[in-house]
C-alpha cells in the first residue's frame, strides 16, 4: 500500500495536483479523488477538532435513523430546541479516514497546494494562501454578498448602467448612515399616504378588498425575537372617528410627490411632500388604525375619482407601486447575517428607528441594520410563499466573466401566505428556518420538504397557462439582475488571477413574474436539505469543477448546465512609456 501510494502522489506533484478542502464538502474531495488529485489535508485547531467530532456523531445518527425508519430519524436527528443550522457551514468532513488517502496526504504535507476548496479563507495561513493557484473564494466580497455592501453597491448602479435600480431590487437603506434613515423615514411617510389611497379604493364594507380580517389581538403584526411584536401606543381613542382631513393630505402629499417625480421642483420652490405643513406622526397613527385595525375610510365620488387618478399617475413612475401593497411592511435584516437569523418584520415606523437606535456598539462605518421594502404581491404557489436560490460563477472581475446555472430550485415556506400574520413561518423561505416548522404542512400540494426543482416550477407554470414566463420573463430577469450588481462591485471586490467563486442568489417572483433581488450569498450551502438539493447541488459542485479545471486543458469539456452569461470585451491599455506632455499658450497681458 505504500508503493502504492508513493506512486499516486509522485504522479499527482508532477501533474500538480495537489489539493486542499476545509468545510463540509464531502463531493468536492471526491470529484477531485476520481480525477487522480491527491488531499493535502491542513491540521485542524481545537475548535476545528470539536467541530468534527459533532460532524461524525450526526453521521452516526443518520446510519441509525436510515436503519430505523423515517419517522424515527426524524425524531433522532431533530430533537426538540437543537439549533442544527449553526453547525452547517462549520461542519469538517472526514470521509475516507485511516485508509490510503490519509497516508498519501501525509507524504504531501510539504506540498503547496494547486487547488483550495474552502468555506471562508480566514482559516488559511495568509502566506499559503498566497501561494496556491487556484481558489474558490475572492477576498473583498462583503460589497457583493453582505445585505449593507448590496445596497450601498447598487446605489452606484446608475454610474455604471442606464437601469433603474429599483425595477429589480426593492427599495433598501442602511439605517446606521443619517442620510439614508431620513430617506428612509421618508419613503414610509410616501408609502403610508400611498397606501391610504389603496385602502381607500379597496375597502368593502369593514374590511379590505381582497385581504383578512385584522386579528382580534391588539399586537401589531411583526417578529422580533419572540415573534410578536409589542404594540406602540397610539394617541387616538378606541373607536373614536377618523379626523376628516385625512384622505385629503394623503391626496395633496401623492400631488406633491408627483411633481417631485417630475422635477418640476428644479425651477420653482416646491418642498419636499414629506416636509409639508402635515403632522406626520397623527397622519401615520390615523393611518394605522385604517390598515391594521380595520377602520372604515368613507369617500365621497370626487375622491374616489381623485385616488384613481393619482394612483394611475404614480404607477407611471414608480416601478414598485404594484409590489407595495397597502400594508406598508418593512423588512429589517442584519447586515452581516445569514439564514435568516435577526430578521424583523414591521408596519411602524417607530418601531424600525427603536431598533435602529437600540444597537450602538458598531465599529464607524459599519451598519448593523438595513431596511427593505417587503413585497407584500408576491406570486404564490397552492396560497404559500416561495423564493428561488439561484447559482452563477464568477471565474473572472477583470475582464469581468460571468457564467449562469440553468438550474435552481424553489424553497416554500412552512405555512399558507397571510399579510396580517407575519410570523417567519409564513414569510422567511429559508431553509434553516423552515425546518423548525416540521410539523406545519401548508398545502398537501407543497411538498413536504417544502423543496421544488425548477423543471417543476416550468411545469406548474404550463398547467396555468404561462409556460412562457420562465424563459421570457423570470430567467431574463434574474441574469439581468446579477450582472448589474456585479458591474457595481467589480472593482471593490479583490480580483486575483486563478480565483473564482460559486454564488447563490435569492429571488422572489412577483405576482407579474417579475423576479425581484434580494441577496446574494458567497459560498452558499452545499448541504443537502431534500432529495432536489441533493441531486442539484451535487451537479453544481461537478460542473463548477469541470468549469474551472477541466476546460482549462481541454476547453470544448462539457461544462453541464453552466452558460456564459457575460464576459467582457477584453481593453487595450497604453502604456505610459515615452510620453512627452505639455501645455502651449501664452499668459495673459493686462491691455
Known sequence: QLRKARLHVEKAIKEKKIFTVQGPYPIIRRLLRARGWVERKLPLNGRQRKQQMGYQKKQQLEKRARDGGD??????????????????????????????????????????????????????????????????????????????????????????????????????????????????????????????????????????????????????????????????????????????????????????????????????????????????????????????????????????????????????????????????????????????????????????????????????????????????????IFNTKFDIRQWFVVTDWKPLTVWFYRDCYLRFCSRPFSLRRLEPARHLCNVSIQKRYKTSQPDPRVPRDRIWSNKHFQAYLAQLGQADAWHEVMVPGMKAAILNALRCTRDQVGSRKGCFELFGADFLIGEDCQPWLLEINSCPTMSPSSAVTRQLCANVQRDTLRLVLDRRDKPTCSIGAFELLYKEAAVTTCLPVGLNLMVEGCSLKKP
Request: charged share 25%; net charge negative; glycine share 6%.
Open 71 to 380: 419517522e424515527l430519524g426524524e425524531a433522532v436527528l431533530n430533537p426538540r430546541g437543537e439549533d442544527d443550522d449553526k453547525k452547517e457551514d462549520k461542519e469538517q468532513c472526514n470521509e475516507d479516514s485511516n485508509d490510503i488517502h490519509d497516508l498519501m496526504s501525509f507524504l504531501v504535507q510539504d506540498q503547496v497546494p494547486n487547488f483550495l476548496w474552502t468555506i471562508r479563507q480566514s482559516t488559511i495561513d495568509p502566506e499559503l494562501l498566497q501561494r496556491i493557484e487556484v481558489v474558490n473564494r475572492y477576498p473583498r466580497v462583503q460589497a457583493l454578498s453582505t445585505k449593507e455592501g448590496l445596497c450601498q453597491s447598487l446605489q452606484k448602479l446608475s454610474w455604471f448602467e442606464q437601469v433603474d435600480l429599483n425595477t429589480f431590487f426593492p427599495r433598501c437603506y442602511r439605517l446606521g448612515i443619517m442620510e439614508e434613515q431620513e430617506a428612509f423615514i421618508e419613503d414610509f411617510r410616501l408609502t403610508a399616504a400611498r397606501s391610504l389611497l389603496k385602502l381607500a379604493l379597496e375597502k368593502l364594507g369593514d374590511r379590505p378588498a381582497g385581504t383578512e380580517q385584522p386579528p382580534k389581538s391588539t399586537k401589531v403584526p411583526g417578529w422580533c425575537r419572540s415573534h410578536v411584536s409589542h404594540p406602540i401606543p397610539s394617541t387616538v381613542q378606541p373607536g373614536s372617528p377618523l379626523y376628516p382631513q385625512l384622505l385629503e393630505e394623503a391626496l395633496e402629499v401623492c400631488e406633491q410627490h408627483l411633481g417631485v417625480l417630475g422635477h418640476q421642483d428644479i425651477d420653482r420652490n416646491t418642498p419636499s411632500p414629506c416636509r409639508t405643513c402635515i403632522a406626520w406622526d397623527r397622519f401615520l397613527q390615523e393611518y394605522y388604525r385604517v390598515a391594521h385595525e380595520g377602520v372604515r375610510l368613507v369617500l365621497s365620488r370626487e375622491q374616489r375619482k381623485q385616488c384613481q387618478d393619482l394612483l394611475q399617475r404614480l404607477g407611471e413612475q414608480l416601478p414598485q407601486l404594484g409590489i407595495e401593497g397597502s400594508l406598508n411592511v418593512w423588512i429589517l435584516k442584519p447586515s452581516a447575517k445569514s439564514r435568516g437569523r435577526g430578521i424583523v418584520c414591521t408596519t411602524r415606523l417607530e418601531e424600525v428607528l427603536r431598533m435602529a437606535q437600540s444597537r450602538t456598539a458598531t465599529p464607524v462605518g459599519v451598519c448593523e441594520w438595513v431596511v427593505q421594502k417587503y413585497v407584500e404581491r408576491p406570486l404564490t
